[in-house]
């Protein structure tokens, strides 16, 4: 699994809307600058945006020509069905037509991937995560993960996964099941390397790839003020400005170093992107691209 994924992948939540509406243009710039890139792994969820993310990669993925297609790498997720109603929108403004349902069992499971089908118009999804899992363990090992594996085992998904915005159950998932990847959010950054504890040294014993998301946590380690979703706290942002002085002391933007930062550890096969404009791709692996001296790591550790 690790292989196909490339160093870097494309997370497709902000156009879903989240935080704030993305129109149609403007995500299918973001997908083409991703894709003219090099970017070919991208992850989805039914989540993001009550299906939306999903019905705009899947548009775009269909007008490639065939031959280019067949390079996408594609992952989405399972755990909330979508069902007709006024519901929440949880982090996701402007498309509040369903209401999101909890759901980790062997039916929710082959219905939430038969409706993620469909949305997207594929016909196979490469890697399905067990999403959000975190007051949901019974059912998830017990009946969503024996679901998925019987999937792989029958040709009709290629992997399976699960995906958290913690690194504990992410850990007793990889002892427990037979999971080929997992994505951790936010665990495994220059702010918070939880998952370097337990999760990534047990990945890289069992061969399991970890996908990094939540990079910037998600927006203060690249200029913004929320950490984790939500107001930064103070000590946060003292730890940030830290972090920042050592990044300029290098002539490094911090943002690059936090991109790159994931990769360090070798359990790490990909580094989740996420964005609103083509710009802002652009932008990103220009960063993750730069010159990072070893001087500079050792002094984030001491900061960080």
């Not at 993305?22 to 995500?27: F, G, I, K, P, W």
């Not at 594609?74 to 069902?83: A, C, M, N, Y």
């Not at 930064?232 to 170093?257: K, S």
Request: hydrophobic share 45%; proline share 5%.
């Amino acid at each position: 699994m690790a292989g196909r994924l490339g160093r870097y992948g494309l997370g497709t939540a902000p156009l879903g809307g989240l935080f704030a509406p993305v129109s149609e243009d403007e995500a299918e710039q973001v997908l083409a600058a991703a894709w003219q890139a090099g970017i070919r792994y991208f992850d989805t969820a039914p989540h993001y945006g009550s299906g939306l993310a999903e019905e705009r990669l899947g548009r775009f993925l269909r007008a490639l020509p065939r031959d280019a297609a067949a390079e996408a790498v594609v992952s989405t997720k399972v755990g909330r069905l979508l069902v007709p109603g006024q519901g929440e929108e949880e982090g996701f403004p402007g498309r509040t037509g369903f209401v999101r349902v909890r759901d980790y069992s062997r039916e929710g499971v082959l219905r939430s991937l038969d409706d993620s089908l469909t949305r997207t118009g594929l016909d196979h999804f490469d890697l399905v995560f067990i999403h959000d899992p975190d007051d949901h363990w019974e059912q998830a090992a017990g009946q969503a993960f024996p679901a998925l594996a019987e999937l792989r085992d029958q040709g009709v998904i290629g992997a399976v996964g699960a995906g958290m915005n913690q690194a504990e159950m992410l850990t007793r998932f990889v002892r427990e099941t037979d999971l080929d990847a997992v994505l951790v959010a936010g665990r495994y950054t220059l702010l918070d390397r939880s998952a370097a504890e337990q999760l990534l040294p047990e990945c890289e014993r069992r061969g399991v790839a970890v996908v990094a998301g939540g990079v910037f946590n998600s927006g203060i380690l690249a200029g913004g003020v929320t950490f984790d979703y939500d107001a930064a706290p103070p000590e946060v942002l003292e730890r940030v400005r830290e972090l920042g002085r050592a990044c300029a002391a290098h002539g490094v933007p911090l943002p690059a170093a936090a991109l790159r930062f994931p990769h360090r550890h070798p359990a790490v096969a990909n580094v989740l992107i996420g964005a609103r404009s083509a710009e802002e791709i652009t932008e990103d692996l220009a960063l993750a691209a730069a010159d990072i001296p070893d001087a500079l790591w050792e002094d984030l550790d001491h900061a960080g």
